[in-house]
């Protein structure tokens, strides 16, 4: 599967990519983004069915502020799972927990991969996920506190994985294809929101809430049977890769720039004032994101009345648009750089504006829509879809100020950027106690004015040159 054996036949001295070790890690990392995020989503759908809503069991759900739709029956047998009485603020704390677990490994994650090596890190943080997404059912039974401690487990499993492939790819990655593998790479993320959310609605619907996190659980398993072989740290630690292969990986590499070599400038790092932009746009731009993420189950459920199993497919919608205007943003932003010639800081700062401004607008619109189910998620769908536009903008910004410490880097950003998952729910759970639609527009409201104030922020202070910083004064290249 992850053999190469090639003749050398071929005239130029670049590897194929087909079949190649490093197209193989890309697929394997891939499916393991995959996992990371549906193990992550699932909580959300399964929610919806975990809740003892359903005082009144004759009528179908008249809890709904929008007139219900039509549901198929549902199949009787399902019902056998525990229902349990959490109160808003309650379920507010259990989205979030995961995000407090996430946030103190983002740091240490890059250490420790450069210590014990990515491999192994990133295999035992997500099994530990697996491990714990495996026990969700019976910590629920033993009482909300320990399915808040279950998911806090989960998040410092899950917080290492980024770090951790950011430091494969510096050993495993050729710098002309870098972007080609980063993108098959995370890819898998976006998959795995997209189709987990569909499927745990027909998990719910077929089966009971805690198949939801059995059937993921056991898909994490089979990723780490194929991590844990097919997997190595780097090219020459690969028993199977081609020579060819290894060769082209390693000569491509040895002109980069070493990090774990030379000091870190951390003083000089924290009062960048460039990355203090990136900072305040990924904060603001996740707030509207994790708020979505984690709740839209809820409100397509509380405000918009639909089912479960319609539930999990429309709250797939928007994170197909962000992938898809993801991936084509890419191509555009880097059309626009190599062959428009326009400056890196332009094409960065423009894609921002649309990717948070563009979010904010469709967000107060459909707070406004009420309950016009078509154009609600029409709304819902565009407003996330424009975000992905943003991933060309501030999101690979690391990599233009500073390309030698860009792992550092991210995880200062992403530590920032974990805290409106930890606080947005929380939050926004605190305001819609009663459910209706006004409160429901304050919440968009006051993701839409941090979006405006990060957008400002970024177009004012964004860089999109390396700084003088992160040149390595022992060598500078007369550049």
């Given at each position: 599967h992850a053999?190469?054996?090639?003749?050398?036949?071929?005239?130029?001295?670049?590897?194929?990519a087909c079949c190649s070790s490093r197209y193989g890690l890309a697929l394997l990392s891939s499916f393991g983004f995959f996992v990371v995020y549906s193990l992550r989503v699932n909580l959300s759908v399964a929610m919806v069915d975990m809740l003892n809503n359903t005082h009144q069991s004759d009528t179908n759900h008249s809890s709904s502020v929008c007139?219900?739709?039509?549901?198929?029956?549902?199949?009787?047998?399902?019902?056998?799972?525990?229902?349990?009485?959490?109160?808003?603020?309650?379920?507010?704390w259990i989205l979030g927990s995961f995000f407090y677990g996430y946030i103190l490994t983002q740091i240490?994650?890059?250490?420790?991969?450069?210590?014990?090596?990515?491999?192994?890190?990133?295999?035992?943080?997500?099994?530990?996920?697996?491990?714990?997404?495996?026990?969700?059912?019976?910590?629920?039974?033993?009482?909300?506190?320990?399915?808040?401690?279950?998911r806090v487990l989960e998040g410092i499993g899950e917080g290492v994985t980024f770090p951790a492939m950011?430091?494969?790819?510096?050993?495993?990655?050729?710098?002309?294809?870098?972007?080609?593998?980063?993108?098959?790479?995370?890819?898998?993320?976006?998959?795995?929101?997209?189709?987990?959310?569909?499927?745990?609605?027909?998990?719910?619907?077929?089966?009971?809430?805690?198949?939801v996190f059995y059937v993921f659980g056991a898909v994490g398993l089979v990723w780490f049977f194929l991590w844990s072989f097919l997997v190595f740290d780097s090219p020459n630690t690969h028993p199977r890769i081609s020579e060819r292969e290894r060769l082209y990986i390693t000569t491509s590499l040895k002109n980069e720039l070493s990090t774990s070599?030379?000091?870190?400038?951390?003083?000089?790092?924290?009062?960048s004032m460039p990355l203090w932009a990136i900072v305040v746009a990924h904060f603001s731009y996740n707030w509207t994101f994790y708020t979505l993420l984690t709740l839209l189950p809820t409100y397509m459920n509380d405000v918009l009345g639909f089912s479960i199993q319609?539930?999990?497919?429309?709250?797939?919608?928007?994170?197909?648009?962000?992938?898809?205007?993801?991936?084509?943003?890419?191509?555009?932003?880097?059309?626009?750089?190599?062959?428009?010639?326009?400056?890196?800081?332009?094409?960065?700062?423009?894609?921002?504006?649309?990717?948070?401004?563009?979010p904010a607008v469709f967000l107060l619109a459909a707070g406004f829509i009420g309950c016009n189910y078509t154009l609600a998620v029409?709304?819902?769908?565009?407003?996330?879809?424009?975000?992905?536009?943003?991933?060309?903008?501030?999101?690979?910004?690391?990599?233009?100020?500073?390309?030698?410490?860009?792992?550092?880097?991210?995880?200062?950003?992403?530590?920032?950027?974990?805290?409106?998952?930890?606080?947005?729910?929380?939050?926004?759970?605190?305001?819609?106690?009663?459910?209706?639609i006004e409160e429901w527009q304050t919440v968009f409201y006051i993701a839409a004015a941090i979006n405006l104030f990060g957008a400002a922020f970024y177009t004012l202070f964004g860089r999109g040159t390396v700084q003088p910083w992160a040149v390595h004064t022992s060598f500078s290249h007369g550049d």
């Open positions: 053999k190469s054996g090639y003749d050398s036949s071929s005239k130029c001295n670049v590897s194929p007139p219900a739709h039509a549901n198929p029956a549902r199949p009787k047998h399902n019902h056998t799972a525990s229902v349990y009485d959490w109160d808003s603020k309650t379920q507010g240490p994650g890059g250490y420790l991969s450069g210590r014990f090596g990515p491999k192994w890190l990133m295999g035992f943080g997500i099994l530990g996920t697996v491990v714990f997404t495996l026990l969700t059912p019976v910590a629920a039974d033993l009482g909300a506190s320990y399915l808040i401690a279950v950011y430091t494969m790819w510096a050993a495993w990655a050729p710098p002309l294809e870098r972007s080609r593998l980063l993108t098959i790479s995370y890819i898998g993320a976006h998959l795995g929101t997209v189709i987990s959310l569909p499927l745990s609605g027909e998990i719910c619907f077929y089966l009971d809430w805690t198949y070599a030379g000091y870190i400038p951390w003083r000089a790092i924290l009062t319609q539930n999990g497919m429309l709250s797939a919608l928007p994170y197909i648009g962000c992938a898809v205007l993801a991936v084509l943003s890419g191509q555009l932003a880097d059309y626009l750089r190599e062959t428009c010639l326009y400056p890196t800081v332009v094409v960065r700062k423009s894609f921002s504006i649309v990717g948070m401004i563009g029409t709304f819902l769908t565009i407003s996330s879809a424009l975000g992905g536009v943003s991933a060309s903008g501030f999101n690979i910004n690391h990599l233009d100020i500073a390309p030698s410490y860009a792992g550092i880097l991210l995880g200062i950003t992403n530590t920032f950027a974990t805290i409106p998952g930890m606080v947005g729910p929380v939050i926004a759970r605190e305001l819609t106690k009663q459910n209706t």
